[in-house]
């Protein structure tokens, strides 16, 4: 991160409310450290850094109260980019750690940066129960779908039949889909966007920080030397528009050209694609981010190695109860009843002996 000096940290906040000073303004040059941005020529992790920098104004906290933790990738190196404290930490921890620290100091805003490889790999136990936890920090997981900073190996996410230097016959393994994951783990917000389209990126970010408790975004990210064009599919003009399922709260889902296609349930539960002039118009679903979760759940299962039906946007966000509050409330209960108690005690109590 950057050398430059930071103040202690600034408590102003009202019931986990931020309260900006009215004359701490930030800018996007002011998240911007000294440090030299080191990716590959092309990278999706560029347009990934530019839009949270640019975003992270909004928040209107200092960025002493900023804390950006990463595990291990490619994409584990934004810390340092960022003028705000953060840490570059193990490979798959940085939930975990993330954790500790959001429980820990409920003044703070804790983002976690993770990739494919870190997150789902090594760190998939970490990753689970700290989103079924709810601890209120928001995991921003990079998906290239290749294990980039290690040269090219098949990731949790690579389509099976993958062609790398770790399989070079085809992966076999069948790849974890990040959302479904997410929601499995009973993740009361998940969303999906890409690195090249910045509005919409935005959009996600800011949704992710205005909601309380865990929050997952999985962001579709170019690796142009190693998996190059792998999400094309999805961004090419011309394509994107027919492949492309852009999910708002309260509307209904529509694609395609002019928005001619539609979803609806079939018979199974199972969410299908069909000509919107050729359906029943009360059969055709509209976006509910508080629907029941099977109907994101079914949303995620769209997905297929071909992006034939890709769903982006925030598949589903339901308040409950964080971690930290729930923590928080136990111990000042606890505090109430027993009062503060005292740690020589507990060290001597009944259950020590003296040996020798």
């Not at 104004?57 to 980019?81: A, F, M, W």
């Not at 770790?166 to 999906?192: C, K, Q, W």
Request: with cysteine; charged share 20%.
């Amino acid at each position: 991160m950057s050398e430059t000096e930071f103040p202690e940290p600034q408590h102003r906040f009202s019931s986990l409310t931020l309260v900006p000073k009215a004359d701490d303004k930030l800018s996007t040059r002011d998240f911007k450290s000294d440090q030299e941005v080191r990716w590959c020529p092309g990278c999706g992790d560029y347009a990934i850094l530019a839009a949270f920098q640019s975003f992270l104004p909004e928040l209107e906290i200092p960025r002493e109260n900023l804390v950006i933790v990463s595990g291990i990738g490619c994409s584990s190196r934004l810390p340092y980019y960022v003028n705000s404290y953060g840490m570059h930490s193990i490979h798959g921890r940085a939930p975990a750690i993330a954790s500790g620290l959001a429980a820990s100091r409920p003044d703070l805003s804790v983002w976690v940066i993770t990739g494919d490889g870190d997150a789902l790999s090594i760190g998939g136990n970490h990753l689970i129960h700290a989103l079924r936890r709810n601890v209120n920090i928001k995991i921003l997981l990079f998906n290239n779908r290749i294990y980039g900073l290690t040269k090219g190996q098949y990731s949790p996410t690579s389509e099976q039949g993958k062609v790398t230097k770790s399989t070079p016959f085809g992966s076999l393994d069948t790849p974890f889909n990040p959302i479904s994951l997410a929601l499995g783990a009973e993740a009361g917000f998940v969303a999906r966007t890409i690195d090249s389209d910045r509005k919409h990126l935005t959009s996600v970010l800011r949704a992710a920080a205005d909601h309380k408790g865990t929050a997952f975004i999985e962001i579709y990210q170019n690796c142009p030397i190693f998996n190059d064009d792998a999400f094309l599919p999805v961004t090419e003009p011309g394509e994107r528009e027919q492949r492309v399922i852009r999910l708002e709260h309260g509307q209904p889902v529509r694609f395609g050209t002019d928005g001619s296609m539609g979803l609806r349930f079939g018979r199974f539960g199972a969410l299908e694609a069909v000509p919107v002039a050729e359906a029943d118009p009360d059969t055709l679903v509209s976006h509910d981010v508080r629907a029941d979760p099977s109907y994101a759940f079914a949303l995620s299962r769209l997905d297929t190695s071909d992006f034939a039906h890709s769903p982006i946007g925030v598949f589903r966000s339901v308040e409950r109860a964080s971690y930290d509050d729930l923590m928080t409330a136990q111990i000042e209960a606890a505090r109430q009843k027993q009062g503060d108690g005292d740690l020589a005690d507990l060290l001597a109590g009944s259950d020590t002996w003296q040996v020798g």
